[in-house]
Structure formats: structure tokens, C-alpha cells
């Protein structure tokens, strides 16, 4: 499985930004799909995941404000973030479990200035 993020960007707090996640095969069998983020100087953190029935779990600091989906039909995930804020500056990285394997897209880096 390959995968292939994109959608970050520069955006004022505040505003939303949509990521993409695009899978090189069918994601209809996957078992959990996640996007993850890390900051400047900190861990890697889990943000949102999805599972193949569509259960979804996110992190305290997103609940609220960030949506995780997948359409099987096109191969994709997708995290809508909403109300971003500075502390949501981070690289985002796509992710699936799969056949007991983690596989990793490249980041795509999303900026919220204060």
C-alpha cells in the first residue's frame, strides 16, 4: 500500500483546510486508516482514525473541529480541519494498518499562524 498525502497549506487561525490521502489500491479492506501529526520538536500523535465499518476515534485536542472520512469508491481518506488553531502547526502524516503492517505516507505540512 502506498499512500500519498496532500492538502496542507498555509491558513489564517481559524480557517479549514481539507487533506487528502490517496491509497496506489483499495482501501476497502484495510482495517484502520489514521492521519497522525508531529510538531516542531515534538512526538508524532495520533489525530483521527477510521475503521473499515466507519467507527471513528479522534484526540481530545481535534474532538469538535477535525472530521476524518473514506470513500472506498476513490481510494481516499480525508481529514476536514476546522477552527484551526496555532498549536495544530504540524506535519501530517497518512497511515494504514494493514496485514499486521503500518504503512506511512510522506507528510504534508499544515501552518496556522497565530
Known amino acids: 500500500v502506498q499512500l500519498q498525502a496532500s492538502g496542507g497549506g498555509l491558513v489564517q487561525a481559524g480557517g479549514s483546510l481539507t487533506l487528502s490521502c490517496a491509497a496506489s489500491?483499495?482501501?476497502?479492506?484495510?482495517?484502520?486508516m489514521a492521519w497522525y501529526r508531529q510538531a516542531p520538536g515534538k512526538q508524532r500523535e495520533l489525530v483521527a482514525l477510521i475503521a473499515s465499518d466507519g467507527s471513528t476515534e479522534y484526540a481530545d485536542s481535534v474532538k469538535g473541529r477535525f472530521t476524518i472520512s473514506r470513500v472506498n469508491a476513490k481510494n481516499t481518506m480525508y481529514l476536514q480541519m476546522n477552527s484551526l488553531r496555532p498549536e495544530d502547526t504540524a506535519v501530517y502524516f497518512c497511515?494504514?494498518?494493514?496485514?499486521?503492517?503500518?504503512?506511512w505516507g510522506q507528510g504534508t505540512h499544515v501552518t496556522a499562524p497565530a
Open positions: 489500491g483499495s482501501i476497502f479492506s484495510i482495517n484502520v
Open positions: 497511515n494504514a494498518f494493514h496485514s499486521l503492517t503500518n504503512y
